[in-house]
C-alpha cells in the first residue's frame, strides 16, 4: 500500500502538481453509499433510546424493529434488518444490553 503511494507522489510530483491532488484516493469500485450520515446516527439515536419511548411493547431493540421504527419514521426509505445489524455492529451498539452498563440509582 505505501508502496502505491510513494510510487503515485514520485509520478506526479515533477509535473508541479499541487500536494493535495497528489494525495487524493483514487476512484473505488462499488455503488455510493446507500444512506447519509445524518441517517445513520438517527439510527443510532433511536437504538440507545427505549422502546417504549416509542409505542414498541418490547422490552429491547432488534435489527428487524429498529428497521421497521426507521421506514416508520420515514427516516430511511427501506432498509434491511441485516444492514441494521451491520451498522450496529461497526458502532459497537449493542442496544439489548443498554441497561447492564448504567450505574445504579443512588438512593437518598
Not at 44 to 69: F, K, M, N, V
Request: include cysteine; glycine fraction near 4%; proline fraction near 11%.
Amino acid at each position: 500500500m505505501s508502496r502505491r503511494w510513494r510510487d503515485r507522489w514520485l509520478e506526479m510530483r515533477p509535473r508541479d502538481i499541487v500536494v493535495e491532488a497528489c494525495l487524493h484516493d483514487a476512484p473505488r469500485a462499488g455503488g455510493p453509499p446507500s444512506f447519509t450520515l445524518e441517517q445513520i446516527i438517527q439510527l443510532y439515536a433511536l437504538a440507545c433510546a427505549p422502546p417504549e419511548q416509542y409505542g414498541r411493547p418490547i422490552s429491547h431493540w432488534t435489527p428487524q424493529e429498529l428497521a421497521d421504527e426507521l421506514m416508520q419514521q420515514q427516516i430511511v426509505e427501506c432498509i434491511s434488518p441485516l444492514h441494521v445489524g451491520r451498522l450496529l455492529k461497526e458502532a459497537d451498539l449493542k442496544p439489548h444490553q443498554s441497561r447492564y452498563w448504567l450505574p445504579p440509582r443512588l438512593r437518598i
